[in-house]
């Protein structure tokens, strides 16, 4: 039962247009997302997250949205950049009893077109 | 600045073997996981814990033992390897529960023969 679910593999996108990548979740209890980008051999770093408590949240080029009654957010990417290119996870955290976890979703590989 | 450090970084092992992935970082974090990356699957999370004594089990524990005697150190153990357990495995920390990111050893690559 994937609680975290990122429903398109793949994207590919111009350089220097938007990238969007989506991510819908099943469990209302989360209240930490984050997202992260993964290059081959690496491990994933963390690009950026927000709170449940929030609807919108930036970093440069990077924006993530939350439609916490959508159960949906999204991260966006603008401009896009070859640089860009890789495979982006979103995450959430839930927790309870003073113990947190963090689920991931299952990826989308975003590739930018020079 | 050594951060997560996972080893081995690559192992094969036969059906039936036990092996022990090892997992320390220096940032004094409390909280330490195991994930499990595998094609169209996404980063499953294995075990978790959120100090030293304290560990749970999370998406798909079954095959792994997880122990966390120190605030340092996460070892990761496979009691029989078996071919579906061919991955590889991430470590990860993080210094503030729920609401920080987490920070990524590099990866283990398991095969299981």
């Known amino acids: 039962d994937q609680q975290v679910k990122q429903n398109s593999p793949s994207l590919s996108v111009q350089e220097g247009r938007i990238s969007i990548l989506n991510c819908d979740y099943t469990n209302s209890m989360f209240d930490y997302f984050l997202w992260y980008k993964k290059y081959p051999a690496e491990g994933p770093t963390f690009l950026i997250s927000?709170?449940?408590?929030?609807d919108k949240n930036e970093d440069g080029r990077f924006t993530v949205f939350l439609n916490k009654s959508a159960k949906h957010l999204s991260l966006h990417i603008v401009p896009s950049q070859p640089g860009d290119s890789a495979v982006y996870f979103c995450?959430?955290?839930?927790?309870?009893?003073?113990?947190?976890?963090?689920?991931f979703g299952t990826g989308t590989r975003l590739k930018v077109l020079a | 600045n050594a951060g997560v450090t996972q080893t081995p970084k690559f192992q094969v092992l036969k059906t039936g073997q036990s092996m022990t992935l090892q997992c320390a970082q220096d940032?004094?974090?409390?909280?330490m996981s195991w994930y499990r990356q595998d094609p169209g699957m996404g980063l499953r999370l294995i075990h978790y814990s959120v100090g030293a004594g304290i560990t749970d089990q999370g998406e798909v524990p079954n095959g792994y033992n997880v122990s966390r005697s120190t605030t340092e150190d996460f070892p990761l153990r496979l009691l029989s390897a078996a071919p579906s357990q061919t991955s590889v495995y991430f470590c990860?920390?993080?210094?503030?529960?729920?609401?920080?990111?987490?920070?990524f050893g590099e990866g283990s690559r398991l095969t299981v023969l």
């Open positions: 990860a920390s993080g210094g503030t529960l729920g609401t920080g990111e987490l920070f």
């Open positions: 995450a959430a955290s839930v927790g309870t009893s003073g113990t947190y976890k963090y689920i």
């Open positions: 927000i709170s449940s408590i929030k």
């Open positions: 940032m004094n974090h409390e909280y």
